[in-house]
C-alpha cells in the first residue's frame, strides 16, 4: 500500500471513530476535513503545504479541546445545569475565535470545574444537612451544635437555588432523601428552624425512675450471687467479621482467641 | 486574617514565587496580584466558604493563567537560547512507542494489572510488524488502542478494588460499579468527560442516600450498647459482684440504664416512623444488623472487621424483646440475667486487632485487591496512567 493509501485509511478510520461517538463533533469535523483535502491532493507533503495555509494543520488541539468541552456541556444540559452549558458555549466560541485559546486560558477549566461544584457541592451540603439533622433528632440533645452544623451547611447551596426551602421541594432533592415524607417534613421543618435560630431540645432524665433506683440501691445485697456467677464467666473473645463474595451472600464470623 | 485563609493564600503565594520567573513584567503582574489576594483574604472571614468564593471572585482564574504565563515565558526563553532546530524526520514506531515502553516498564511488575498489561504488550507487537508510523498508527487505530491503554487498565483497577469491598454496602460500592459502568460505554477522552460528569453527579446523589439507612442503625447500637454496656447494666452488675459500690457511680450507671432504655425506645419509632423497618427488620438485614454493634475496619477497602464477639448481637436483642419493650424494672432486669449464658463484651484491644487483621490477610491473600495493594508496595508505584483520570484508592 502506498503512504498516501495508508494515511487516508488512518484519517477515514479517525472519522469513522470520532463521527460514530457523540461527543466528538469537531474531531470528526477536524478529521474529515482532512480526508477531504487528503483526497484533493497528490501527495502527503502536498496536502501538509496546504494544511498550513488553511490553519488545518494546527486545528488539531483545538477540536480535542472544544470536544471534551461539548462533552461537559453534554453532559450539564442533561443534569439541567444551564449556566455550565452556557459558559461551555462560551468557551467553544472563543476556541473558534482564537485556536491558541486553551493554552493561553488554562484556568478555564477550573472556572469549568468551579462552575460544576456549584451543583455538587449543593447535593452533597443537603445530605450533609440531613446527617446534621438525624444527627441532632436521636436524642435532641445539643441544639446549639445543631444550629451552627446546618448554618455551615446551608452556606453551601448554591445551585439551582441558595434557598433550603426552594430545594427541599423540589422532586430532585426530595430524592436524595431516603425516608417517608413524614419524617422529610420533620427534616425540613427542623432545618428551618435552626435557620431561624432556635431548636427545641428534650431534657432526658432518670428522675421519673428514682423510686426504682432506690429500689435496687436498697436490694443490692440480694443480688450478689447472680451478679457473681455473671461476673464469673469467662470474657466473650471479639470477633473477626468477613465479607462474602457477592451481595447475597452472609458474612463469616469467627472468634478471635 | 483568619489563620486558615492566611495559611491558603500564603500557599498560593509561594506557589508563584516558587516558579522563579526572570521575567520583570511577569513579576510585576505578580505584586499585583498579591495585594488582590491578600485583600481577598482580609475580607473574608469563613474558612468553609473561602474556597468557593475564590474560584468565584475570579482570583483562581487569575492565578492559573499566571503560572500559565510564568511557564510559556520560561519555555520561549529556553527556545530562543537553543536557537533554530533543523526539521526532525518522521518518526519510526520504534521511537514514537518509546514513551509508551517507559510506563509499561513502570507497571510490568505489578502482574496483577494484567488487562492494561495486555494492551500495552499488543501495541509492542504492532510496532514490531511496521517499520511505517502512519501503517503502524491504521492498525493501532483499527483497535482503539491508544484509548484503550487508559480504559482498560483504568477497568482492570477498578475491577482489582471492587475485590477489596465488602459486597453488601452498598453505599460503598455504588462509586466504583457506576464508575466500570461509564468506563466500559467510553470510547474517547470526551466521551469518558462526559460520563464522568453524569457519573459525579449520580454518585454525589446516590452514593451518601445508600448509606442513610445504617445512620439510624448505628444511634440504636449505641443507645443499646449504653444501656447493656459498662455504661449501665454491667456496670452495676460488676459493682454488685465485686461489692466496690460507691452510690453516686451507682446511681449514675442506674440512670444511664433509664435513659438509655428511652432514647433506644425513640430512636426505633423515628426508625419505623422514617425508613418503615422493625426491630426484627434489622436483625434479618445480613448487612444492617452488625451495625448495631460497634465495628472497624481492619482489611481492604471495608473487605473484613472486627467487632465484639457476635452472642452480644443476640443480647442486645434479647435485651431489646425482654427488657426495653416490656419496660421491666432495673431490679428484674438484673434478675434475669443469671439465666444468660453470653458473658461479658468487650471491643477488641490492639494485639486483637491486629490478629484479626492478619487473618483476615490470609484468608482474603489470593483476592486480587490484597495481590494487588502487595504488588503495590513492592513496585512504589502510583496507581492508574494518566490523562487525568488516575484512580485514588
Known sequence: MDEMTTTKELYGLYVSRFGSCQRTPYQADYYRKWLDLLNSCSSNEEAEEKSKENGLYTAGASAVAMDRIFANKQAAMEMGWTDVAEFCDEIIQKIKADPYYTFTHTSLWADLQAKKNGWIWTIEAFHRLFVDFREFDDTRTDPDRAIASIANDLKMLSKPSSDFATLAAMPSFRALIDCSDEYYKEFTDTVLKAAAGHLEPIQWSAQSKQDEIEDLWNKRDTLTEECRQWYSQGVKPPCLRLSPESADGKYELIDIE | MDPTIQMMIQGYIDGLENMNTKDASIKQEIEDYKKELIAFGEKESDPVTFFPKFQESGLMGKYMDLST?????????????????????????????????????????????????????????????????????????????????????TLGILAISLTGMDPLSKGLTYATLKNIEAWEKSVCEADAYYLQDILAEDVAKNAARLLQPEHYVICLGLHMMVYRGPKGKEGLMEMIATGNCPKPAFVGAASNMVVAKQQARRTMETIKKAIGLSFDDILTDEYLKYKLLSTSNVCGLSKAYVQSNSNVLDLLADAWRNEIVPDISLIDSIRREPSLKFGRWRMPEDQEHKKAEELARRRFQDLPYFKYEDQLKDANIHVGTGEGFDIKL
Not at chain 2, 524526520?89 to 511488575?109: G, M, V
Not at chain 2, 500495552?120 to 517499520?131: A, C, D, P, T, V
Open chain 2, 69 to 153: 504565563k510564568i511557564t510559556m515565558a520560561a519555555q520561549a526563553a529556553d527556545a530562543a537560547a537553543s536557537g533554530n532546530k533543523e526539521k526532525k524526520p518522521k518518526a519510526t514506531p520504534e521511537q514514537w512507542l518509546e514513551p509508551f515502553r517507559t510506563s509499561y516498564d513502570y507497571i510490568k511488575n505489578m502482574p496483577i494489572r494484567e488487562r492494561g498489561l495486555a494492551v500495552y504488550r499488543k501495541l509492542f507487537e504492532i510496532g514490531e510488524k511496521h517499520s511505517d508510523i502512519t501503517e503502524f498508527l491504521a492498525e493501532v487505530e483499527k483497535d482503539n488502542l491508544l484509548w484503550k491503554i487508559t480504559s482498560e487498565d
